[in-house]
């Protein structure tokens, strides 16, 4: 019985007379815990792709970032930890997983290349023990590994990171304040100590001087 699959993936599957290829990967790489390599390649990243099934069964996909070392955490073999940070206020994938518990975590070194793919059931809390583990974490997730696999690095275009966003929270500096958060539309929505934040970073812009800060690229956007 194969973990993975079900009907319609064999329906291509011997349409394009690949099932005992499929099989075979399966064999070989798919893994129910997490090896000490999978963990290192894993507590090093300083990003990743989760995705998350909301309310109405749509899927989604959001990028999360961190800093490199210190974002996702091995917890044991079959467990693994990661914050959630301010963010817009939608608690998207929070809520999502919340709801619906099945999530998937896409890991990916672009300048060697290299992947991990990893499948679990996740859940969300504002009273997890790790949560001092990261400055200004909200929340965090832990997730429960039911799959995990190394995904052949042949289609990852090889980049190269240019700098760290500098909104990622470290102890020893002040995070500043998001920069959306100075856009005269979103000011009556505000809390209390984000308005405070606006002022200190130099008040108010309009959003159109924020868009054009997007589009160029600006990296205090």
């Known amino acids: 019985m194969s973990r993975l699959y079900g009907d319609k993936h064999r329906e291509f599957q011997d349409q394009f007379d690949s099932r005992q290829m499929a099989d075979r990967v399966e064999e070989l ?8 390599e999978a963990a290192a390649f894993i507590e090093q990243r300083d990003m990743f792709f989760l995705s998350t099934v909301d309310h109405q069964g749509r899927p989604t ?12 955490k091995v917890v044991d073999d079959n467990t693994l930890a ?14 999502n997983i919340d709801g619906q518990s099945e999530v ?17 059931k996740a859940s969300v809390s504002a009273d997890d023990p790790l949560l001092s583990h990261w400055k200004e974490a909200e929340l965090v997730v832990r997730v429960s590994v039911s799959e995990l696999w190394q995904n052949c690095p042949r289609y990852i275009h090889r980049y190269q990171k240019v700098k760290e966003s500098r909104y ?24 209390k100590h984000e308005r405070e934040q606006v002022e200190k970073a130099g008040g108010q812009i309009a959003i159109e001087e924020w868009a054009e800060m997007v589009q160029s690229g600006d990296e205090n956007a």
């Open 29 to 36: 790489a798919v893994v129910t815990e997490i090896s000490e």
């Open 168 to 191: 990622v929270p470290k102890n020893e500096c002040e995070t500043p304040v998001a920069t959306w958060k100075r856009v005269d539309e979103v000011q009556d929505v505000l809390k």
């Open 82 to 95: 990661f914050p959630s940070f301010d963010g817009n206020g939608m608690y998207y994938s929070m809520g």
């Open 61 to 72: 996909v959001s990028y999360k970032g961190g800093e490199a070392g210190h974002f996702v």
């Open 104 to 120: 998937g975590m896409l890991f990916i070194d672009f300048e060697k290349p290299h992947r991990i793919r990893v499948q679990g």
